[in-house]
């Protein structure tokens, strides 16, 4: 009887060690009901390269799967790689980015070249470069990829570009103290008056006809080999902005320093950070020093954005953030609640799910358990 009592009591030790709610409470997260969380690896599933660059969800119900190693499909719950021989026709396997015309036109960007697949029959093939980032821009009937080097056009059977060239992100000139890496385009979007929004290397840029640039603090080396601290001109977490995500009236920002949200540009911008380390001069001496947060944010360094019915899912380099602004509650998925890899690099909402890229696997969490909207009442005098 008392190696009974024995085994029951350890038997209860363990599930309570393991249960969710000590793991919620690990990792700063509020823990709901615990929606399941599927994983896929070249292990358990038809998805033979581990490292996901990419994700795009079709109207048709297909969840593309761009890899280091080619490009993926899943289908009626099964992951397959793209047939008919078009992995072996690309150039470099490398697949950063994957969009569509809103019907059957897909394109593809990988490390040496721009594919426009034409109603999924003609593989044209551009050389382009690194392609980071496709945008289809149905009011001007546009197709827009962000490269290394500025931005390649197509429209009409006409190839085009947007450089330093033709266009004032010349660098030569500029007196924000950026770097070439204003050229680097991540991430395109476009809001409902037509103006486009480039994610850069070296801040946000506004392109309507003009530019402008938003940049927070950053650091230069000066001609002296020393550090200098150039102030910003916005509330610009970080300057390497990897998506640029419109919502309604909103814009939300993923950087290297967390994510901004801001309505209107000159409004003040909220910013959510993570803790991180960062350089600080102290008595002429750069030191790495520890920065808290503002937030529950599982990392600092910000990917990718989606947003579903008042939520925005967060991929960052530590794990995967929901944020309801509304009622300011945070909900994170770190090793604990069992992402195997906390370095995201996409994310996409895909049939009631939302599906997050890593450097090791493919997780899909279901959103139905993620707690609705609040009501009024529940919201008042919460705020950041």
Not at 4 to 14: D, E, G, K, P
Request: hydrophobic share 35%; proline share 3%; glycine share 12%.
């Amino acid at each position: 009887m008392k190696r009974f009592c024995l085994q029951v009591f350890f038997f209860i030790f363990l599930i309570s060690a393991c249960s969710p709610e000590k793991s919620a409470r690990q990792t700063g997260a509020e823990k709901t009901a615990a929606e399941p969380l599927k994983s896929y690896f070249n292990r358990n599933s038809g998805l033979a390269e581990n490292h996901v660059l990419c994700l795009f969800s079709d109207p048709d119900g297909t969840l593309w799967i761009g890899t280091t190693n080619g490009i993926y499909t899943l289908k009626d719950g099964v992951i397959a790689p793209l047939d008919g021989g078009y992995n072996e026709r690309l150039t470099s396997a490398r697949i950063n980015c994957i969009g569509s015309n809103g019907g059957s036109t897909l394109y593809i960007g990988t490390d040496e070249e721009l594919v426009i697949w034409d109603n999924r029959m003609e593989f044209k093939i551009r050389q382009t470069g690194r392609v980071n980032c496709v945008h289809w821009s149905s009011s001007r009937g546009m197709l827009y990829a962000g490269t290394d080097f500025g931005i390649v056009t197509f429209q009409h059977g006409q190839w085009g570009s947007i450089d330093k060239e033709n266009s004032s992100l010349s660098i030569a000139d500029r007196d924000d103290n950026l770097g070439q890496n204003l050229l680097r385009i991540l991430s395109i979007a476009e809001d409902k008056d037509g103006t486009l929004w480039f994610g850069t290397g070296d801040g946000l840029v506004k392109f309507s006809g003009d530019i402008r640039v938003f940049y927070g603090k950053h650091k230069r080396p000066s001609a002296d080999g020393s550090i200098s601290v150039m102030p910003g001109n916005s509330s610009l977490g970080g300057n390497i902005v990897n998506r640029v995500l419109i919502d309604g009236e909103r814009k939300i920002i993923a950087s290297s320093g967390g994510v901004n949200v801001f309505t209107h540009e000159n409004s003040t911008w909220n910013t959510y950070t993570a803790k991180h380390r960062e350089l600080e001069s102290r008595g002429g001496e750069w030191v790495d020093i520890e920065v808290e947060g503002n937030s529950l944010l599982a990392g600092n360094w910000v990917n990718d954005i989606a947003v579903w019915k008042g939520w925005t899912c967060i991929a960052t380099t530590g794990g995967l953030s929901f944020y309801n602004e509304g009622s300011n509650r945070w909900i994170s998925y770190k090793k604990d609640q069992g992402i195997v890899s906390e370095r995201l690099t996409r994310l996409v909402v895909h049939q009631g799910k939302v599906f997050a890229g890593s450097e090791y696997g493919l997780y899909a969490i279901d959103l139905s358990g993620l707690p609705g909207p609040p009501e009024p009442a529940a919201v008042e005098g919460k705020g950041q």
